[in-house]
């Protein structure tokens, strides 16, 4: 009876241990959050929250697919890196090639020689997807297309955009042009958070360039692509695209109470699926989510000691905001924790790291920023530390 009573008591430990075991084991792993099912009249969909990176849906996101025009965004990022590096500036005069006038499919027919401002020519690209006007830049900024093409290959590799490769500057079908939703979603995230200003023109309808040949100069209108500009109030912008092998394509951005979205969609089969299926996801995202953001930057947070400095004390800031996606609905309060050093020794520069600011969500980090010092310290003299000595003495 005894044995038949150790042995019943020995199978439920056992089983109790393995639940256990079972349970820590599932614990322990990394749990991927479970995106919604996705169904997208296109062969590839991705929608991201632009900036924490977050994926909110996806389709077929890592499919390499033809993304016709929507390859501009690499070219426009490109052109607002060249002029953020002083290599070119926004009044450059571009002497358009042959090779450039020669491209077909959507362009804003520029004649060989003819000269168009960095300015204009970035118009051109971003409301009216000028093929010609894209390659003419390409060349200004590299020497030769090819050249350019190399340095969009390069960066795409430093974006992580590990399912792509470009073949040309404007995205007509060649072999082996190709990327996927979850690229595109890469550098549009690069383009608009590092660059806003391309909103400056991708929110434009409609503009004009002006052509000046040897027959004299005449206006020309420039159209934007993108109908969601008319049809979706939050949208700003960005990149449409389409070709026989690609069909439609678009990188559309939008905005609304702060939160940002980029929603992407390859290979819908006609312009309004397209633009319907974009609109889809956005509302899904502004309806489902929202952005809490921690402290500004450039927020004092406190002080820090200074050691063997001219100073007592300094000023620690902010350097960098904190934002974090969150289920809608839900307070939008981030705690935070302030963790600084005991001292900083003498001498440094303003914008030393002297701690950190960590931000919480329902008990989980969601980010955190570096506090920097908001004045320089040098090492303190004799008479720095005398006279110090003397006003505490006094006081």
Not at 69 to 82: D, G, H, N, P, Q
Not at 199 to 227: C, P, Q, Y
Request: aromatic content about 6%; overall charge negative; proline content about 3%.
């Amino acid at each position: 009876m005894l044995k038949k009573k150790a042995l019943a008591g020995a199978i439920a430990l056992v089983l109790i241990l393995s639940q256990a075991l079972q349970a820590f084991a599932e614990e322990s792993q990394p749990q991927a959050e479970t995106l919604p099912k996705l169904n997208v009249n296109a062969k590839a969909a991705l929608l991201m929250e632009p900036v924490t990176g977050t994926i909110l849906l996806e389709q077929n996101a890592h499919e390499k697919l033809p993304p016709a025009s929507v390859t501009k965004i690499m070219t426009i990022l490109l052109i607002f890196e060249a002029l953020d590096q002083g290599k070119i500036s926004w009044d450059d005069m571009v002497t358009c090639s042959e090779h450039a006038a020669s491209m077909g499919g959507s362009q804003v027919y520029l004649e060989a020689m003819e000269q168009q401002t960095v300015r204009d020519l970035t118009k051109a690209i971003v409301i009216s997807s000028g093929n010609d006007a894209a390659v003419a830049m390409s060349e200004f900024i590299a020497g030769s297309e090819d050249g350019f093409v190399t340095m969009m290959n390069t960066r795409a590799k430093e974006l992580g955009m590990d399912d792509t490769h470009f073949a040309n500057a404007c995205g007509l079908d060649e072999t082996g042009h190709v990327t996927s939703a979850y690229d595109i979603a890469l550098m549009t995230r690069e383009l608009i958070t590092k660059h806003p200003k391309v909103f400056e023109f991708s929110t434009i309808w409609m503009d004009k360039i002006v052509h000046k040949t040897a027959r004299g100069s005449s206006d020309f209108g420039l159209s934007n692509t993108n109908r969601l500009l008319k049809s979706y109030p939050a949208s700003t912008g960005l990149k449409t695209g389409s070709t026989a092998a690609a069909l439609y394509c678009i990188s559309a951005t939008a905005q609304k109470n702060g939160l940002q979205l980029n929603a992407v969609v390859l290979g819908a089969p006609d312009p309004n699926t397209r633009f319907g299926e974009a609109i889809k996801m956005m509302d899904y995202g502004f309806a489902n989510y929202a952005i809490a953001s921690g402290d500004e930057a450039d927020a004092v947070m406190g002080e820090v000691s200074v050691l063997k400095g001219n100073l007592d004390k300094v000023s620690v800031k902010i350097n960098k905001q904190v934002n974090a996606l969150i289920p809608k609905g839900k307070s939008s309060e981030l705690e935070k924790k302030v963790e600084l050093l005991s001292a900083v020794p003498a001498p440094f520069a303003a914008g030393t790291k002297a701690g950190e600011v960590v931000y919480f969500y329902e008990g989980k980090e969601v980010g955190r920023s570096d506090l920097v010092t908001v004045e320089a310290a040098a090492r303190a003299k004799l008479g720095d530390t005398m006279g110090r000595m003397i006003e505490k003495w006094f006081r």
